[in-house]
């Protein structure tokens, strides 16, 4: 149980273009999910934290208006990366909360790896 | 959340058991310490997590020192498949939201 998917697994895209990644949690409700992003032989970096029903908090230093974080239900949050450029490419990874007793987890989907021509 | 020092990388033989140290000597009374790791090209999956006593589950076996300033991962018999980053996080509370992962450590588990 406790499953997290994304859509999609690998993505390129034009420079000026738009690109929307879904995170969906399969067998459970997530009010919270998170959107990291990670650069090659780099660490995981916290872009966000989204909130069922209500705006995402971004980290300081993520731009807001260009990783447009909807959560608009208890079991999918998207991310759009809005007029993207090369350096935007990056291996993106959303979490979920995990449900009731095992709240204490992180679940993580697989990433998507973003390619920006 | 207090910061974590981890060896950046470690080897290990198949079927030895893999020690993985971690550092935290800012820890706070209220802070519990984390284990991660990263397959390479998928997301995180968590390991064990721990307070104060010793932990283990069926993946591994997590030992916090008596002061808490420093604990250990104990994978008993690392495979290929244990090849990964491994990070310690130490954060608040067993259900605050946020993850700051560090560098962690890339283990390579070798026949």
């Known amino acids: 149980g406790a499953v997290v998917s994304q859509h999609p697994s690998r993505v390129i895209c034009k420079s000026g273009t738009s690109v929307k990644i879904e995170c969906r949690s399969l067998d459970f409700q997530a009010t919270t999910m998170f959107w990291y992003r990670q650069f090659p032989k780099q660490s995981l970096m916290l872009m966000a934290t989204s909130n069922e029903g209500s705006k995402a908090t971004y980290e300081q230093g993520v731009e807001k208006d260009k990783f447009l974080i909807n959560h608009a239900s208890l079991t999918l949050s998207t991310l759009t990366v809005t007029s993207a450029h090369p350096e935007d490419s990056s291996f993106y990874i959303c979490?979920?909360?995990?449900?009731?007793?095992?709240?204490?987890?992180?679940?993580f989907g697989p990433g998507t790896r973003l390619t920006v021509t | 959340d207090a910061k974590t020092t981890q060896p950046t990388s470690m080897d290990c033989a198949e079927g030895r058991a893999a020690n993985l140290p971690c550092n935290h000597s800012?820890?706070?009374?209220?802070?519990?310490v984390y284990w991660y790791r990263q397959i390479h090209s998928q997301g995180p999956q968590y390991i064990i997590h721990g307070l104060k006593n010793n932990e283990t589950n069926e993946m591994a076996s997590l030992i916090i020192t008596e002061d808490r300033k420093s604990s250990t991962l104990i994978l008993p018999h690392a495979t290929l498949r244990d090849t990964a980053v491994y990070y310690c996080?130490?954060?608040?509370?067993?259900?605050?939201?946020?993850?700051?992962f560090g560098t962690g450590t890339r283990l390579q588990v070798f026949p």
């Open positions: 800012t820890i706070s009374g209220n802070e519990y």
């Open positions: 979490s979920a909360r995990g449900p009731g007793h095992r709240s204490y987890e992180q679940y």
């Open positions: 996080i130490v954060r608040v509370a067993i259900n605050t939201d946020k993850l700051i």
